[in-house]
């Protein structure tokens, strides 16, 4: 009877100092350091959104997107409105005329414009860097004569001696030069009118005399205007032909709209990029002349909008994706070494290690906001897997597994690295190399004997 009790605590203890049971304890714990690794994430996440309120702020001091419209010739005309008045004690309904003042648009017969965009990373709050530009364009172009004829009203009630020339744009608060337009030979400066209903600020110049200005049936206009703004510069083709040419030193531009940029002129390069734009009034659905009010035509607008690729906090966020990865590859190591080399690894070891390598994700954000992602990743990385195999020498009493340890620390590290960098073959890479750590594990566990 006392040999059988013995036998059955022998047993017990055999179990749990069996492979299966050390692997099933290093498997939980892996499960259990995604906790931190988690509220690693949400602080990156609550980092990233303070900085967007930050950028938020100073973007609407300094300029947001930029999108302009015009300009538009804005002749006035006069109708007439009837109604019927009737006569409460007679009865006798007599119809009355009122005078009302309406106004006609005309877009351009040509419009080109020409536009630098230059990179200004001169604006900080805090720790945060908001990256905003300047953008300098010039207009020109020409009006053909008017054709009140299409929109049905007769040459009598047009007030040829009122027109004017007006431009929408989204971001009037960050015009930072004097808006001055020549019309064949005379000079206009504009001015801002009362909103309306759309989300644009309308600028508007003196009247003038149409029939006056023209020459050769045609008004020419010339003028320039300087923005400042952030992430987009965009332009509604309101010409029956329309050119735009942007360059700018902005490396990571992504050109939007309905209509895309010349392929065959179009260059980007690190020092910056340069689009060219042609659009014809066959390519959209809109005319040239509008009676009472210019239309909306958001969704024809076209142009570019400067973006990070990926900013410190994406990468960081990339990072900490690759986490359980890290911890359960790192794990795997040790566990194989613990079997291959007969080393008893105490729990508690494996957590000492899990939680260094979690720390290695809030030296990384923390490091980043002070410096660039590659400096903060390498000191980072260096810390913790120095850290680690400091560790590991004390842990298996020699130095050839704990130098094994740091090597394959740094290969997993500076993959990770790779992976974060790329865009378009990170998930290709990164499969590939999952491949080959899978056939690595296969390789070294080959000898084990998982029956103890």
Do not use: C
């Amino acid at each position: 009877m006392e040999n059988q009790e013995n036998e059955h605590i022998e047993e017990e203890k055999t179990f749990f100092q069996s492979t299966t049971a050390k692997m099933l304890m290093v498997g939980f714990l892996t499960l259990v350091l995604l906790i931190p690794l988690f509220f690693v994430q949400d602080l990156i996440r609550e980092r990233s959104q303070r900085k967007n309120q930050v950028v938020d702020k100073v973007t609407k001091l300094w300029g947001k997107d930029v999108l302009f419209y015009g300009p538009m010739l804005r002749i006035p005309y006069t109708t007439y409105e009837e109604s019927n008045i009737t006569n409460s004690k007679t009865g006798v309904v007599t119809v009355e005329k009122e005078l009302v003042t309406n106004y006609a648009y005309f877009f351009p017969n040509e419009l080109k414009n020409t536009s630098t965009i230059k990179k200004n990373e001169s604006l900080k709050r805090g720790i945060f860097n908001t990256v905003v530009f300047t953008a300098d364009m010039n207009f020109t172009g020409n009006f053909s004569n008017p054709n009140f004829t299409k929109l049905g009203i007769p040459d009598e009630n047009i007030q040829w001696n009122k027109a004017a020339l007006i431009v929408k744009t989204t971001n009037l608060k960050s015009i930072k030069s004097e808006l001055k337009i020549q019309l064949n030979t005379e000079k206009f400066s504009f001015e801002p009118q009362n909103s309306d209903k759309s989300n644009y600020s309308t600028l508007a110049t003196e009247n003038f005399d149409y029939k006056a200005l023209i020459s050769n049936e045609k008004l020419n206009f010339n003028f320039g205007i300087t923005y400042n703004g952030s992430n987009s510069v965009k332009f509604i083709p309101v010409g029956k032909v329309t050119t735009v040419s942007v360059d700018s030193d902005w490396e990571s531009p992504s050109f939007e709209g309905s209509f895309a940029a010349s392929d065959t002129t179009k260059t980007i390069s690190k020092n910056g990029f340069h689009a060219d734009w042609k659009i014809l009034d066959i390519n959209r659905t809109f005319t040239q002349q509008y009676a009472q009010e210019a239309p909306d035509l958001d969704e024809y607008s076209f142009g570019v909008k400067l973006i990070k690729t990926v900013d410190e906090y994406q990468q960081n966020e990339r990072a900490s994706k690759y986490g359980f990865l890290v911890i359960g590859l790192t794990f795997l190591i040790f566990f194989l070494i613990q079997s291959i080399s007969k080393v008893n690894i105490h729990i508690f070891q494996y957590s000492m290690i899990g939680i260094a390598l979690i720390m290695f994700y809030t030296l990384l954000i923390s490091i980043t906001e002070h410096s660039t992602f590659s400096f903060a990743y390498t000191l980072a990385g260096i810390a913790v897997i120095a850290m680690i195999t400091l560790y590991s020498i004390s842990i298996l009493k020699n130095k050839k597994f704990p130098m094994f340890i740091g090597i394959s620390l740094t290969v997993l590290y500076s993959f990770i690295y790779v992976i974060i960098q790329m865009e378009d073959y990170a998930l290709l890479v990164g499969s590939i190399g999952l491949f080959l750590i899978l056939g690595a594990v296969m390789y070294f566990s080959r000898k084990i004997d998982w029956s103890k």
